[in-house]
């Protein structure tokens, strides 16, 4: 595949980076920030990228993968090279008060949750999450029950 394939790709697919930066970080300067970076290890990725599963899941995996290295890291390095072809993506600001409690609780949920979650309300099944998170799929299925338990409460008290 080539550089076009990829960008084509990534515009196609840029509402995952958008939810997943959205769920896991809350100021402006570190979701830019993670975007780039997202963006720049998916590149650097996109070469072992065979095809054996849907690109959005690849995606998800690399951008799920590269949040939880930021959030570890005290600060991001700047990537070096020029990604600025790939920031011509804007996520759309207006939402629901609805969505917007929906998104307070999910951040409110750990980090395994909150990917669980937000990979199961995109439509992935159980195998599919379970083959992102690296859990099993009996164990995606628990997981997932008891989030909906503890979101269900979380929405109700609001």
Excluded: C
Excluded at 24 to 32: F, K, Q, R
Excluded at 74 to 93: D, I, R, S, Y
């Amino acid at each position: 595949m080539t550089e076009k394939n990829f960008l084509e790709l990534i515009q196609q697919n840029r509402g995952i980076l958008y939810k997943v930066i959205r769920l896991y970080v809350n100021h402006p300067e570190d979701e830019a920030d993670l975007l780039q970076e997202i963006q720049l290890q998916a590149w650097k990725s996109f070469p072992r990228f065979q095809g054996d599963s849907k690109f959005s899941t690849w995606l998800y995996r690399v951008s799920l993968n590269t949040v939880l290295t930021f959030k570890r890291r005290p600060a991001l390095v700047k990537p070096e090279e020029n990604l600025e072809q790939l920031g011509g993506v804007h996520e759309p600001h207006h939402r629901s008060d609805e969505s917007e409690a929906l998104y307070q609780a999910i951040r409110e949920l750990s980090e395994v949750d909150r990917m669980i979650i937000t990979l199961h309300l995109d439509g992935y099944d159980n195998p599919e999450i379970a083959d992102i998170s690296g859990l099993t799929k009996n164990n995606v299925g628990v997981k997932l029950h008891r989030i909906k338990e503890v979101l269900t409460r979380r929405l109700k008290d609001n």
